[in-house]
């Protein structure tokens, strides 16, 4: 997929989630965020359709898995320079917007979080597998 078919993509996702009360059809449904994060070097916006699962205390965690490739997301390295962020979640009758503050997990934060996401979503295990590299798990806190 180019970089122009992905932004497309990306955008006929997010537009869906919006207007769906974070319900996207392609995903089953629950279980996409969409994470607003700040460019490491440029500085623009941008807005990341992601698998993200709610953790207690307003949390949450998303993967960076990049669909199993050899290569951290893009978003992933943004998070790292710039870890105040937005996600918006799934509501009852419409998306919610968060002020979060993003960190990589631990490593028994990690391996925990992966094994849920794994849970829900099998294909997980299969980016993970299809990879040298340890796909990081990010952890989205409420902003101080």
Known sequence: ???????????????EFRANAGSVQQFGGKGLVLLHHTGAKS????????????????AWFIVASNGGGDNHPAWYHNVQVHPE?????????????????????????????????VAW???????????TRRIPVVVLEPAA
């Open 85 to 117: 962020v937005l996600l918006e979640v799934p509501g009852d009758d419409e998306v919610k917007t968060v002020k979060l503050s993003a960190r990589v997990a631990d490593e028994d934060e990690r391996d925990r979080y992966f094994a849920q996401m």
């Open 43 to 58: 500085g623009a916006s941008y807005v990341s359709p992601l698998a993200g699962m709610a953790v207690d205390k307003g």
């Open 1 to 15: 997929m180019s970089n122009e078919e992905a932004r497309s993509w990306n955008e006929q996702v997010i537009e």
């Open 121 to 131: 979503a099998p294909q997980f295990a299969e980016y993970e597998k299809g990879t």
